[in-house]
């Protein structure tokens, strides 16, 4: 069983700048055997990608619309996720849940992963 909190959400004006970071944890998890993403959903529309990570962290990769707006990185000695978001703007209003995928490199597909936290509230005000 691995238990997953996301973090860090809240409310931003445009423009404004969190973090988010996602801890996990359980018996026998072992973190870095894991890709880890980020994805994020609104009412009414489909748990969309944002940002994925290696296991190692040498391999990343970003949807376009956050493409040189968001870092994704890890540490895998706090087995935590975190997800920098600069120039955020309304469109980045969302819940953001972190995920994880067993081994090789990150999918943007959400079906790929395992999900398990409650998520964190973004909200971008204009």
């Known amino acids: 069983q691995v238990r997953v909190v996301e973090s860090g959400g809240g409310l931003v004006q445009a423009g404004g700048s969190l973090r988010l970071s996602c801890a996990a944890s359980?018996?026998?998890?072992?973190?870095?055997?894991?890709?880890m993403a980020w994805f994020r959903q609104t009412p009414g529309k489909e748990r969309e990608f944002v940002a994925g990570i290696s296991g190692g962290g040498s391999t990343t990769v970003y949807a376009d619309s956050v493409k040189g707006r968001f870092t994704v990185s890890r540490d895998n000695g706090k087995n935590t996720l975190y997800l920098q978001m600069n120039s955020l703007n309304t469109n980045d209003t969302a819940v953001y849940y972190c995920?994880?995928?067993?081994?090789?490199?990150?999918?943007?597909?959400?079906?790929?992963?395992?999900?398990g936290g409650q998520g964190t509230q973004v909200t971008v005000s204009s």
């Open positions: 995920a994880r995928k067993r081994g090789g490199t990150p999918t943007r597909v959400p079906e790929d992963y395992n999900y």
């Open positions: 359980g018996p026998t998890f072992v973190y870095s055997y894991f890709a």
